[in-house]
């Protein structure tokens, strides 16, 4: 039997891409977001505008034909997201020695779909079902930087003082987890807190969550504010590893 085309996977993921966004995308906006070049996004969409499925406004900004709206509907439910991640975020968290979240893109906000906890007896909480702020934690960074531009109110609650509020900064921000494959939030919702996260991509390369490490500041970050030696490798490759169970092909599992 012949194996998966990539053409196909790719304009699904196109497709799905355009269905859930909430305004047209560019051809760069949606290369980053499936981690495909430029020429290869463009070439995409313009087959999809020739076959009637997708439309290009004014601005050329491309959105998804009338006839597709239910695409935007998730490939995963959050229950077959953390079934087939639990080994992956079970090892993460054996090999950082910190605590494990798996998060979905729920009403703009990151809802916690996993957690593990930290391989140690210090008592926690079970945080599976929490919804966190977007724009003030790594989870949330990293789902929101898959989604292209968003309307953002003109100032955004904050947590504590190192809170992304302004919609401009948190743009390029978002613009930066795209660019490196991976996001940082330092007491930007909880004080004492520090999170590094990565994407977890479906086939075609539509992100469809988010895993990260969640520690206490001094253990994960250095006295720049860089995450310490080791913990966005493992981010990384464990988000990888869930993006080939799910089906994403090296090249865009790569985060």
């Not at 079902?129 to 990293?142: E, F, I, T």
């Not at 493992?234 to 988000?239: D, F, I, K, L, N």
């Amino acid at each position: 039997m012949p194996g998966p085309i990539q053409s196909i996977e790719r304009a699904a993921a196109v497709l799905r891409l355009l269905s859930a966004a909430r305004g047209g995308l560019g051809v760069v906006e949606v290369a980053h977001a499936l981690g495909l070049a430029k020429t290869t996004a463009h070439g995409i969409l313009r087959t999809l505008v020739d076959v009637g499925f997708v439309v290009q406004d004014e601005r050329g900004d491309y959105r998804a034909g009338p006839g597709l709206r239910d695409l935007a509907r998730p490939r995963l439910v959050a229950d077959d997201l953390r079934a087939r991640a639990t080994n992956w975020a079970d090892s993460l968290a054996a090999r950082t020695g910190e605590s494990v979240r798996l998060a979905v893109l729920a009403e703009g906000r990151a809802l916690v779909v996993h957690h593990v906890f930290r391989p140690d007896d210090s008592a926690q909480e079970l945080q599976t079902g929490q919804s966190l702020p977007a724009h003030a934690c790594a989870l949330g960074k990293v789902l929101l930087a898959s989604r292209g531009p968003h309307r953002l109110p003109r100032r955004l609650p904050a947590y504590t003082s190192r809170t992304l509020t302004d919609p401009a900064a948190l743009r390029r921000a978002l613009a930066e987890v795209r660019a490196q494959g991976w996001a940082l939030d330092v007491e930007e919702h909880l004080p004492g807190r520090a999170t590094v996260a990565a994407p977890v991509r479906d086939v075609g390369g539509l992100v469809v969550g988010a895993i990260g490490v969640d520690g206490a500041v001094d253990d994960l970050v250095d006295t720049r504010g860089r995450p310490r030696a080791g913990y966005v490798p493992a981010v990384r490759s464990a988000a990888r590893s869930i993006s080939r169970q799910l089906g994403a092909r090296d090249e865009r599992a790569r985060g």
